[in-house]
């Protein structure tokens, strides 16, 4: 019977393929191994991502252990995957982010240890490298929770060693969560993917506290770095600068110019730039508090080569000009000479600092010429006791420049030299190369990269 009924299958699937047209049959078949080809590729990604799914079970488990295994094991997988070649921190984002933001419960201070829970924000970290991570931690509501764990910790009575690590540690992941791509930000108003959390934090009703936090933890410069770096991140968005006012962020990041750490002034001048380029009244109030007194130090000999915090302070100076308010220029120009910045922007000129810099300085100075009554004056008296240095380095920049020229056009020679080589189907070796190079300039041995290759 049971051979009966094989045959009778046999025999019918034959009269269907027999009506069946030719092209009906390739697509049937083409589909068949296309359902083949998927199970057998979610049975690989199934197999390829137990590693990482037993780690999330971990995380997930009551015991500590677990936990701390689960999330080391999170940490190790991200860290072997360096390139995300094998998009490693996309499913940790996918299966395990959720799992991790919930270890910080109301009492997670009591119930986890502090080890632990840097452990967890450092997963947190890894992940917000990428926009589509800090849009999964946004929507699980992490920058509420690092704002309580940031409060909890300010009132704890007998401070800690591992307290203030994991201050710390929370600094961090808050100003790695609140990251914003300036590169996306064409137009005013754009908010770029991936902003979610800082949308939230410059929204939040504790901004003004985490403002005040700053100076919680003084001998923490870590700490203070990071969290600065938040209001520099949000101060990108146009929402913010007005947050950041609202909340007084502006005697804040005055108050951190004077601190010793480098990074601390990047991150306040980050911020005060952003907030006196859009926003005219706190133009009016720097104005109002001598800002020759705070910007004039950057422009010294020991900042000039540091670009992260001298362009900023000149980016400030050129909008205190260009777009201050017109009753207060007279004000702004008695500063400038009583700070000498004419003279001592006139050097910056003509110095071995970067091109980037000189060119700020030089926009200064124009805009002086500008917007100030005596501005034209005062530059020309400025110039024309650096004009040898001046002139000196322009002709330096033009001879850079024809340098740079010449080496991309021989450069391009090259490799149109190589083309043509490899079309004719040209043998040769090292030593042709080299004679052609020659022809075109003498960069056969003449240390040229295409030649060190």
């Known amino acids: 019977v049971g051979y009966t009924c094989i045959r009778d299958d046999i025999t019918f699937f034959r009269a269907i393929l027999r009506r069946m047209e030719p092209k009906n049959i390739a697509l049937a078949a083409l589909g068949a191994f296309g359902v083949t080809y998927l199970l057998s590729e979610l049975a690989y990604q199934r197999g390829k991502s137990r590693a990482l799914r037993d780690a999330v079970a971990d995380v997930r488990s009551s015991d500590s252990a677990r936990v701390e295994s689960g999330l080391n094991a999170l940490v190790k997988a991200i860290d072997t995957d360096k390139g995300n070649d094998l998009g490693t921190k996309g499913q940790v984002i996918d299966y395990g982010l959720s799992a991790v933001v919930r270890l910080f419960c109301k009492d997670c201070l009591t119930k986890h240890p502090r080890h632990l829970l840097c452990l967890a924000l450092k997963v947190i970290q890894k992940c917000a490298d990428e926009a589509e991570g800090r849009s999964a931690v946004a929507s699980c509501g992490i920058v509420d929770v690092l704002l309580r764990i940031l409060a909890e910790l300010s009132n704890i009575q007998q401070f800690t060693a591992a307290d203030s690590k994991l201050l710390g540690d929370v600094a961090v992941a808050l100003a790695a969560v609140t990251s914003v791509d300036a590169r996306k930000i064409v137009l005013d108003g754009d908010v770029p993917e991936g902003s979610g959390c800082a949308v939230r934090l410059l929204r939040s009703a504790h901004l003004k506290s985490v403002l ?242």
């Open 212 to 453: 005040e936090m700053l100076n919680f933890d003084v001998r923490n410069t870590a700490y203070q770095q990071h969290l600065s770096k938040c209001f520099a991140n949000i101060a990108l968005l146009d929402e913010g600068v007005a947050k950041l006012r609202q909340a007084g962020a502006l005697e804040h990041m005055l108050s951190l110019l004077d601190k010793p750490v480098v990074e601390l002034k990047e991150n306040a001048l980050a911020v005060l730039r952003e907030m006196i380029r859009k926003d005219p009244v706190v133009r009016a109030a720097v104005i109002d508090k001598s800002p020759c007194e705070y910007f004039a130090p950057f422009l010294a000999p020991q900042h000039q080569k540091h670009s992260k915090v001298v362009d900023p302070a000149l980016q400030i100076l050129d909008d205190l000009l260009y777009r201050g308010p017109k009753e207060k220029l007279p004000e702004l120009a008695a500063a400038f000479e009583r700070a000498k910045l004419f003279d001592a922007l006139a050097g910056m000129m003509g110095k071995d600092i970067p091109r980037q810099t000189r060119d700020l300085a030089e926009e200064v100075l124009l805009s002086a010429v500008h917007v100030l009554p005596e501005g034209g004056n005062l530059v020309r008296e400025a110039i024309s006791s650096h004009s040898a240095a001046i002139q000196k380095r322009k002709r330096a920049d033009q001879e850079e420049a024809m340098r740079k020229t010449k080496e991309q056009k021989q450069q391009q020679q090259f490799l149109e030299m190589m083309a043509m080589r490899e079309m004719m189907g040209g043998g040769g070796g090292d030593d042709e190369m080299s004679a052609m190079a020659a022809m075109m300039g003498g960069m056969g041995g003449g240390g040229m990269p295409f030649m060190q290759m």
